[in-house]
């Protein structure tokens, strides 16, 4: 789905991520790598794959789109360091001529120094061209004209079908100059969004995104 702001085009794709073309620019929100973990710490039995599903995920799409930069909305990673971060580490030296941009998040409080020791660059927001700022948290309203891109709600909605039957899926949300990606993370969940006056949605299907009608 091609999403546009101003003569800026967004591609909105269904594994829940996005891409700008012109800027070769990946964007991928709320990953909360190392929640796995958290959930074992807790008695509650996760499968422990040789990479994780969301940088399995990651790795197809880097491999795909062929990106010179990848954002990170914030949220990259969960709680604590754990083996999920080593994990990351060596994900990352797999690509070397692409810059890895963080803008930090509630859940990113591992130590300064920790961070450091990777390609990542940490930032509390980005700014890309005229008209595009990308931040963890979404904003009252754009800035000076700027679309705000960011994560952190876990976007979802619900979508009625015949039979009273309803799906909750997660979702773009665009309002008020903000765009809102879905959790790119398989372990984060949704918060259900209504549609209002002035709100576009665009619900993401395992093989396509759709604008909500």
Known sequence: MDFYYKEELIQLLPQK??????????????????KASHFRK??????SPILSADLQRMDELITALNPATVVFLGDLFHSSFNNEWLELKEFLLRYPAVHFILTKG????????????T???????????????????????GRNGRLIISGHIHPGVLIKSKGRQSYRL???????????????????????????SGVKVF???????????
Do not use: W
């Open 17 to 34: 991520a996005a891409f700008l073309p012109e800027n070769r620019l990946l964007v991928v929100a709320d990953i909360h790598l190392g």
């Open 42 to 47: 807790a008695g509650i039995m996760i499968p």
């Open 106 to 117: 509630n859940h990113d409080i591992l130590p300064a120094s920790v961070m450091e020791d």
């Open 119 to 141: 390609s990542i660059r940490v930032v509390d927001e980005y700014e890309v061209g005229e008209h595009l700022l990308f931040t963890h948290e979404p904003q009252e309203r």
């Open 170 to 196: 997660p979702c773009f949300y665009y309002h008020n100059g903000n765009l809102i990606l879905p959790a790119f993370g398989h372990l984060t969940g949704l918060h259900i969004l209504k549609k209002a």
């Open 203 to 213: 619900p993401v299907f395992s093989d396509e995104v759709i604008a909500l009608s």
